[in-house]
């Protein structure tokens, strides 16, 4: 089934150790995102890429760090895990280089707890 | 600064209609969406509105008025999966999406 897939579902880290969620689309999108969702608020974008080999910073990028080395692959990591970086994390795709809406297709979501 | 508002939550029953309310500010206009979380699960796309005006697709329907900076989504003869999140963004001139908290739509029997 074409998608967008994330890796781990789920994982408790400890504070000050790294962690790298990963993330992996079939589509042939060339633009992905890497958004985090907390109780309470919208969904914030952390890091996007709109082609391989370029990155840019969204709105709370602090503390993350990407790398778009091909298409399919746009792995996000945690260099230091502190406690406020327990959240939901969604990876997204999208094709926008045609013109009309740029959808969104999201993976199904990383829980990441930091004790 | 930019601001997207929704209701937090709200309750209706099955069978009935519900309209779900989505006022934004935000720098620049490029168009709204409304996405359908259900509990544990991704966001998906439900409709897209870049001019004035009602897109219907099915049961649901989106309304937009850019004077306003309002939107809404009608969800008609509703039914128990229909239970989820509804999250409402807009697109801003810089091609940024800027996303609503989500409005959490509970259906009783």
């Known amino acids: 089934t074409a998608g967008i897939t994330q890796a781990p579902t789920s994982q408790i880290l400890a504070a000050g150790r790294s962690m790298t969620l990963r993330c992996t689309q079939d589509m042939r999108h060339n633009a992905m995102y890497w958004y985090r969702q907390d109780l309470g608020l919208g969904l914030r974008l952390i890091h996007y890429?709109?082609?391989?080999?370029?990155?840019g910073k969204g709105e709370v990028p602090d503390g993350y760090s990407v790398s778009r080395a091909n298409t399919d692959d746009f792995p996000l990591t945690l260099a230091s895990a502190v406690p406020s970086q327990t959240s939901v994390y969604f990876c997204?795709?999208?094709?926008?280089?045609?013109?009309?809406?740029?959808?969104?297709?999201f993976g199904a979501g990383s829980r990441l707890t930091v004790l | 600064g930019q601001n997207i508002d929704q209701p937090t939550e709200m309750t209706a029953t099955e069978g009935a209609i519900v309209q779900i309310n989505c006022t934004y500010q935000t720098s620049g206009f490029n168009g709204l969406f409304w996405y359908q979380q259900h509990a544990g699960e991704a966001p998906t796309f439900l409709s897209y509105?870049?001019l004035d005006g009602l897109e219907e697709k099915g049961r649901f329907s989106s309304f937009l008025s850019r004077s306003k900076g309002y939107s809404y989504l009608l969800l008609k003869e509703l039914q128990m999966k229909d239970s989820a999140s509804y999250l409402c963004?807009?697109?801003?001139?810089?091609?940024?999406?800027?996303w609503g908290a989500g409005t959490k739509l509970i259906i009783k029997p």
């Open positions: 509105n870049v």
């Open positions: 890429s709109n082609t391989a080999g370029t990155t």
């Open positions: 997204a795709s999208s094709d926008s280089s045609t013109s009309g809406a740029n959808v969104l297709t």
């Open positions: 963004a807009v697109e801003d001139s810089n091609y940024q999406l800027i």
